[in-house]
């Protein structure tokens, strides 16, 4: 669990939303909007403003009652929080047809993320090409002398469930502490390794389900 700067724990449902609040600071600083108030916050999230309240009081005093948020000083905050002030080389795992959306959705441009090297035991379509941003993409046997190479802690895991622990396992020896799993299995990882999950199908299950719920 994320903690703040006194050692308090965050909770998780507030940890998912800090890349949003941080979005909605960088979109209201390019509309030159300098002050906000905790319900246009929430308007633009689509949460209530007791939440957004909540969730700000855990980093202290980020504002003041009946003054609003400062909108370049918590775009700041939110920055140095997520680290993107500084880029964040990434590495990707498996290049199939969900890794090459990836592989040319160019993070770059709205965060300072950046994959730098794809992975994929392909060696007869893939590897040695390259995507359209020149990322280069190399055979798996090669995974631990190229992360060290480009210096890369984080990684997206986009391969069949059954290689998921496998390849896990050695994006962990290689020094990885991140992951980004889009393989629908929990992965098993040392204390220091942090898995964040995207599944698909369950995010539009859920979909489906609320929709239901309106009908």
Known sequence: MMKNEKGQSIPRATAKRLSLYYRIFKRFNRENIEKA?????????????????????????????????????????????????????????????????????????????????????????????????????????????????????????SVPSVKAQEVTDQLVEAGIKGILSFSPVNLTVPKDVVVQYVDLTSELQTLLYFMRQKD
């Open 37 to 157: 108030s905790s319900k246009q916050i929430a308007d633009a999230i689509g949460i209530d403003s007791a939440t957004v309240r909540r969730d700000f009081s855990y980093f202290g005093e980020l504002g003041r009652r009946g003054f609003g948020y400062d909108v370049k000083k918590l775009m700041n905050f939110f920055a140095d929080i997520l680290n993107d002030n500084s880029i964040t080389n990434v590495v990707l795992v498996g290049v199939g047809n969900m890794g090459l959306a990836l592989l040319n959705y160019r993070f770059h441009e709205r965060n300072k993320m950046k994959i730098v090297t794809a992975f994929d035991v392909d060696e007869h379509k893939l590897v040695g090409t390259s995507s359209a941003d020149g990322i280069p993409i190399v055979s798996i046997s090669q995974l631990k002398e190229k992360i060290a190479e480009v210096k890369a802690q984080t990684a997206i895991l």
